[in-house]
C-alpha cells in the first residue's frame, strides 16, 4: 500500500477529489476528535481500492463506539436494573430521553458508566441505600433538569466531576448525610434555578468554583 497522510481542517467535509494517482478523501472523524480528516493518499487504483474497503471497515467499527438510545427515557428502581444497563443497551453513551433513578435496593450506580449525555431529565430520588453518585463519572451534560431528592444516605456527590452542563434547574434538597458539594467542581452552566435546601449536614458548598 502506498504512502498516506492525515492532517486536521475545520468542521466541513465531503469527498472533494479522487484523482489518479494521487486521492484525496475528506470524511468526518469519530465524535471524540471533533475534527474532519483530509487523508491525502498516494497510491495506485488498486491499493486505493484496499484501502477503502479497510477504511469503510475501520469506520464501522468506530460507529458502535457510541450511540444515542432510549428516546422515550428510562427508570431504574433495582440494583440489577442498573448493573445489567451495559448488557441490555450495549453501546449506549447517549440517553435522549428522561432518566430516574429510585429504589431502595439501589446502593451504587456503577453500571451507569457509559453514560456521556442525557437529552432530558436526570432524578435521583428516594433511593436511602445510595451512599454517591461514583458510576456516573463520563456525564458530561444533560438537556433538561437535575433532581437530587430523598437520598437520606447520600453523603457525596462523587460521581459528577465532568457534569458541565445542565440545561434547566438543578435541585438538591433533602439528602440528610450530605456535607458539601464536592463532585459539581466542573459545572459551568445552569440554564433554570439552582436550589439547595434542606440538606440538614451541609456544612460547607466546597465544589462549586
Not at 444515542?68 to 440517553?95: A, H, K, V, W
Not at 440528610?176 to 467542581?185: V, Y
Amino acid at each position: 500500500m502506498g504512502n498516506y497522510q492525515v492532517r486536521f481542517l475545520g468542521d466541513k467535509g465531503g469527498v472533494i477529489r479522487l484523482s489518479y494517482p494521487t486521492y484525496y478523501l475528506v470524511l468526518q472523524c469519530p465524535k471524540m476528535i471533533y475534527q474532519v480528516c483530509l487523508i491525502r493518499l498516494n497510491m495506485n487504483k488498486t491499493d486505493f481500492m484496499k484501502f477503502l474497503i479497510f477504511l469503510f471497515g475501520l469506520l464501522l467499527s468506530l460507529s458502535g463506539w457510541s450511540q444515542s438510545c432510549l428516546p422515550n427515557g428510562i427508570t431504574f428502581s433495582t440494583q440489577s436494573q442498573i448493573d445489567n444497563f451495559q448488557t441490555n443497551y450495549p453501546n449506549c453513551t447517549e440517553i435522549e430521553g428522561n432518566v430516574t433513578i429510585s429504589g431502595s435496593s439501589i446502593t451504587n450506580l456503577y453500571g451507569l458508566n457509559p453514560i456521556i449525555h442525557i437529552g432530558g431529565s436526570l432524578t435521583i430520588a428516594y433511593s436511602p441505600s445510595l451512599t454517591s453518585l461514583t458510576g456516573l463519572d463520563n456525564l458530561e451534560s444533560i438537556g433538561s433538569y437535575v433532581e437530587i431528592l430523598y437520598n437520606h444516605l447520600l453523603n457525596s456527590l462523587t460521581g459528577l466531576e465532568r457534569l458541565a452542563s445542565v440545561g434547566s434547574g438543578l435541585f438538591i434538597g433533602q439528602n440528610d448525610f450530605l456535607t458539601n458539594l464536592i463532585g459539581l467542581d466542573s459545572l459551568q452552566y445552569v440554564g433554570g434555578d439552582f436550589s439547595i435546601n434542606t440538606n440538614y449536614a451541609l456544612t460547607s458548598l466546597n465544589g462549586l468554583s
